[in-house]
């Protein structure tokens, strides 16, 4: 045990370190190609079978992962990724709780089976919904909880030595919700068998998108050296013409290596080098990392190129791997978010990852086509609205400078029992995880730890003291936020956090149909969070459905009309607070999404666009706004820059 001086110094040392990385363990480094990294995608069809027995367990009890998948039964073609729920035409299957299995038989290389000694072979899966075991030629390699962020197992002893067979890949999966995940769920049996079948049950969630279950984000075999780069971190920051960039590198399997860093333009010049596994590159007149529509370069990405050698039985061993980095700094105050010291408005909108047929299955058109739709409406910011999208995604959005607040799979928080200390340690070990993988992305500029939790309750004081805390020890560079719906005289969890996200449905859920009362209600509802925390507030949702094609004058319900007089309501609000405290706008939602069958009508229909991508009347009026900000923003900031401010 540490005492005194030999504590103090303990923790300086650590601080000086300032490893972001605190408890993570490794890394999970986007896979990318380079001179020592292969790449072998393994996006396409699968074998598929559902488990349909009574108890989902006929896959265990008959070990279908011993063997190929077709000999344990019927087993179907699906695509990967996707999600399998709308794939057939069986409604059996779109509504499916249990085990389903997937099957993928592929050849490796024979140069990557030949060097055992100095070739890790890796299986990483993006995103699978919700709990994944992961078997290489029947034998477990690992298994992982969570739906929404990659795994990955060195596969390398189970598949060298054997060139030229096929490695037989299952993945069993469970979409299974319970209390205790994220997001939370129930099952519910059904016990009077005069109305329902014996063993008939239900999964019953408290969030308002419907719950795919699949392989969602690619499947990719690659190869390291066994001296290799685990993880990279790095950290930015700037001062009059000289930028800063900090970065710690991780490196696994050795210990006798050497490390050069380059860190190149985007045009290619090498502008900084460095070298150990610790330290800082400095820039002179740096290119800063914007945000879309704060410059007329948005998005400006440097290339943090790190090359790693190493002694290993007489061979000489690299390992190469290149980071995008952006210069950029975020910071807080009681009435501004500062990017790179100057007011960031959010002028944005809430997603989801949610499409036809694919489900939440990663979709390369759809991402582009949303990036356009995201950049021709002006907005410049996004919530990854419930749990973290694809990395494919985020790579967009450091590329194009469009902001996120990147949020974890806390939604349905609703009941007591989400908030007990199982609960609590799944959340910690997830935010880990999200923080280890999008650490050094410059367009997460927040971290968002739930949405609409019962943050009234006792034990979400607690609760979410914890998981804030938590999650600022990883990473002290970012505000913390979560999404609130509570009284903001009962909500136990804003205390702790650096932004007020607040959501309010004003004349759709509440005093539905009148419009009247949207700026009023809308100016309290600011005024009262504002004087009791002294904090930035951002609307972090607002909206209303609207069926594209149904028209209605005087505006009523539904209709395109009303969607659009509601936004106008909540938009004079705004413009009267942001020029003191609300610090931005996200609508709810950018298009339409699927949700449970129930009281809607094929899903959440609050979308400026179709679930098509089709612009209702709504995408055209917060066209015309988000621009005007703009404009706005960019003659302010012309101003600051000819007074030198």
């Not at 699968?46 to 488990?51: G, H, I, K, T, Y």
């Not at 209390?179 to 939370?184: A, I, M």
């Not at 100016?523 to 969070?529: A, G, H, L, M, R």
């Given at each position: 045990v540490l005492r005194g001086s030999s504590m103090a110094l303990c923790v300086l040392c650590r601080l000086l370190l300032w490893c972001q990385a605190l408890a993570l363990g490794r890394g999970i480094l986007y896979p990318r190609e380079s001179a020592s990294r292969e790449l072998k995608e393994l996006t396409g069809i699968?074998?598929?079978?559902?488990?349909f027995s009574a108890q989902r367990d006929k896959g265990f009890v008959q070990r279908w992962h011993q063997r190929p998948l077709r000999q344990s039964g019927p087993v179907i073609d699906m695509p990967v990724p996707a999600s399998f729920n709308e794939i057939t035409q069986d409604p059996n299957l779109r509504k499916y709780i249990g085990?389903?299995?997937y099957e993928k038989e592929v050849l490796l290389p024979r140069s990557w089976l030949l060097n055992a000694l100095n070739t890790r072979v890796v299986l990483r899966v993006g995103s699978a919904h919700y709990y994944t075991i992961v078997w290489v030629n029947g034998v477990q390699v690992t298994q992982h909880e969570g739906g929404h962020l990659p795994f990955e197992a060195d596969i390398s002893k189970i598949v060298q030595g054997s060139p030229g067979t096929p490695c037989r890949i299952t993945i069993a999966l469970n979409n299974t919700l319970t209390?205790?995940?994220?997001?939370?769920g129930t099952i519910q049996f059904m016990r009077d068998e005069s109305k329902y079948p014996r063993g008939y049950f239900v999964q019953n969630t408290k969030f308002d998108f419907f719950n795919y279950a699949g392989i969602h984000q690619p499947v990719v075999l690659y190869t390291t050296p066994s001296v290799y780069i685990d993880d990279i971190t790095v950290t930015t920051s700037w001062a009059g013409n000289i930028g800063v960039v900090r970065y710690q590198v991780l490196v696994t399997g050795g210990t006798h290596y050497s490390l050069l860093l380059n860190l190149h333009e985007k045009e290619g010049k090498v502008v900084a080098t460095g070298d150990g596994p610790i330290g800082e590159l400095k820039v002179v007149d740096p290119k800063l990392w914007w945000p879309y529509l704060m410059d007329e370069n948005p998005g400006y990405l440097y290339y943090l190129e790190v090359k790693l050698s190493a002694q290993v039985g007489g061979n000489l061993l690299e390992d190469v791997y290149t980071l995008p980095v952006g210069i950029r700094t975020v910071h807080v105050t009681s009435r501004q978010f500062l990017i790179n010291g100057q007011p960031f408005y959010f002028q944005g909108v809430n997603k989801h990852e949610d499409a036809d047929i694919r489900g939440k299955g990663l979709d390369w058109s759809l991402i582009v086509k949303d990036f356009n739709l995201l950049q021709w409406v002006g907005a410049n910011s996004f919530r990854t609205s419930h749990y973290p999208y694809a990395e494919e995604l985020m790579d967009l959005c450091d590329a194009y400078g469009i902001v996120v607040i990147d949020e974890c799979p806390g939604v349905g928080m609703r009941?007591?029992?989400?908030?007990?200390?199982k609960s609590l340690a799944h959340h910690l070990l997830v935010m880990e995880e999200l923080i280890r993988r999008d650490k050094n992305r410059p367009s997460v500029v927040m971290w968002s730890v739930a949405n609409e939790p019962a943050s009234e309750l006792t034990a979400a004081a607690y609760y979410f003291k914890t998981v804030i805390a938590h999650t600022k020890a990883i990473d002290p560079t970012r505000p913390v936020t979560f999404v609130s719906n509570a009284n903001y005289t009962r909500d136990r969890a804003a205390p702790y956090v650096d932004v007020i996200c607040v959501n309010s449905y004003f004349s759709w859920y509440h005093d539905s149909g009148h419009l009247e009362v949207i700026q009023l209600q809308l100016?309290?509802?600011?005024?009262?969070?504002y004087e009791t925390y002294k904090k930035p507030i951002i609307q972090s949702e607002y909206g209303a459905d609207a069926i594209a094609g149904l028209h209605n004058d005087p505006p009523l319900m539904f209709s395109e009309e009303y969607q659009t007089a509601v936004l106008k309501e909540y938009h004079s609000a705004f413009d009267k607070k942001r020029k003191e405290y609300v610090i931005g706008e996200l609508i709810w939602n950018f298009a339409d999404f699927m949700t449970d069958q129930g009281s809607r009508v094929l899903g959440n229909k609050k979308g400026i666009f179709t679930r098509q991508r089709q612009?209702?009347?709504?995408?055209?009026?917060?066209?015309?706004?988000?621009?005007?900000?703009?404009n706005e923003s960019s003659c302010l900031r012309s101003t600051l820059k000819y007074h030198n401010l």
């Open positions: 699968w074998s598929f079978r559902a488990d085990w389903v299995w209390p205790q995940t994220l997001p939370p009941d007591p029992e989400n908030f007990g200390n100016n309290t509802q600011f005024e009262n969070w612009p209702k009347a709504a995408a055209f009026v917060l066209r015309d706004r988000y621009w005007k900000l703009a």
